[in-house]
């Protein structure tokens, strides 16, 4: 089985009392550590999405590939407003980001990839956003070497209260210039 084209992909607001069950067994298996909720009952899974998807600026969405089948979870939010607030001078057209694959029992080789290509496509087909942040944990190697090639740049280290992480940062022309991108459309202006 190949990964699919990023293009593929739907994204669409997540229902935290519908989508809660699928979300909790996503960020509470073993692979799914540097999300934080290893411990989280389907309860907590359902509080922690109602506050986020009540929230002005913090968003939640479900990847899903063309058949309907939910793949990755996908959160954005403003970083000016939530979630790094006095840990860096958020700039104008700044967004967070977060983003979890589904667990699979059998891997599809680029397929993480293909999602983190789809997500970031997702945040610059806003016309106001001209960088997207994130601020992974300094120990997940996996996914600093798959923000890289999509165009993100460590800016330095910073301590949240949750964990010690590499602020980094992607434009919207490194992006575009990214191995994620090669051989791909540009992403609208």
């Known amino acids: 089985m190949t990964a699919p084209d990023p293009l593929s992909f739907t994204v669409r607001p997540l229902d935290p009392l519908a989508d809660a069950p699928l979300v909790h067994r996503w960020v509470t298996h073993p692979k799914s550590g540097f999300w934080q909720m290893s411990d989280f009952d389907l309860e907590q899974v359902e509080r922690a999405y109602s506050a986020i998807t009540a929230h002005p600026h913090h968003h939640a969405f479900i990847g899903e590939t063309e058949s309907g089948d939910p793949v990755f979870l996908m959160e954005s939010y403003d970083p000016a407003e939530v979630e790094l607030v006095g840990l860096y001078d958020a700039l104008p057209g700044d967004a967070g980001m ?19 290509t789809a997500v970031l496509r997702k945040l610059f087909d806003d016309p106001e ?4 942040v994130v601020e992974p ?8 070497a798959l923000n890289a090639y999509a165009g993100f740049e460590i800016a330095g280290r910073i301590r949240t209260p949750e964990k010690e992480a590499y602020l980094s940062f992607c434009t919207r022309k490194a992006f575009e210039n990214s191995a994620a991108m090669a051989d791909r459309p540009a992403v609208g202006r």
């Open 137 to 144: 944990d300094v120990r997940n190697a996996a996914v600093h």
């Open 98 to 116: 977060h983003f979890l694959v589904a667990p699979a029992d059998t891997p599809v080789h680029g397929f993480t990839r293909a999602v983190i």
């Open 129 to 132: 956003t001209l960088r997207v």
